[in-house]
């Protein structure tokens, strides 16, 4: 029997995590991947609640992106204007324009959603 309750307290995520880990490898369609499914979605829900992750903002995402990418600010320069636009950029003097974020998105494929602050 499958015994469930709301996370309300840290020790009630904790005791859920725990269980979920010992339920790993549980099969789908038996009782206790039912189970594994239920405790799955509450700490998840859990976890959106109290543990929010903000989208970053725009000049964060492109240095992140730069990093991963391995290129520089002078690599940048097609898509946002010349040395000192993309200075303005990144020193969040000035912000993009919908033409630099279309740009970064299909040359760069940027995420919108990071671009538009």
């Given at each position: 029997?499958?015994?469930?309750?709301?996370?309300?307290?840290?020790?009630?995520?904790?005791?859920?995590l725990?269980?979920?880990?010992?339920?790993?490898?549980a099969?789908?369609?038996?009782?206790?991947?039912?189970?594994?499914?239920?405790?799955a979605?509450?700490?998840?829900?859990?976890?959106?609640?109290?543990?929010?992750?903000?989208?970053?903002?725009?000049?964060?995402?492109?240095?992140?992106?730069?990093?991963?990418?391995?290129?520089?600010?002078?690599?940048?320069?097609?898509?946002?204007?010349?040395?000192?636009r993309v200075?303005?950029?990144?020193?969040?003097?000035?912000?993009?324009?919908?033409?630099?974020?279309?740009?970064?998105?299909a040359?760069?494929?940027?995420?919108?959603e990071?671009?538009?602050?």
């Amino acid at each position: 029997m499958i015994n469930i309750h709301p996370i309300k307290t840290e020790d009630d995520y904790k005791n859920a995590l725990l269980r979920i880990d010992s339920l790993m490898d549980a099969e789908p369609d038996t009782e206790e991947g039912a189970e594994l499914d239920v405790l799955a979605t509450l700490v998840e829900v859990n976890e959106a609640k109290n543990f929010p992750i903000d989208v970053p903002d725009p000049v964060a995402a492109i240095l992140f992106r730069m990093e991963q990418m391995g290129i520089s600010r002078k690599d940048l320069e097609p898509f946002l204007g010349g040395r000192s636009r993309v200075s303005e950029v990144l020193n969040r003097t000035r912000g993009l324009s919908i033409t630099q974020i279309r740009k970064l998105h299909a040359r760069l494929n940027f995420p919108y959603e990071n671009l538009i602050a």
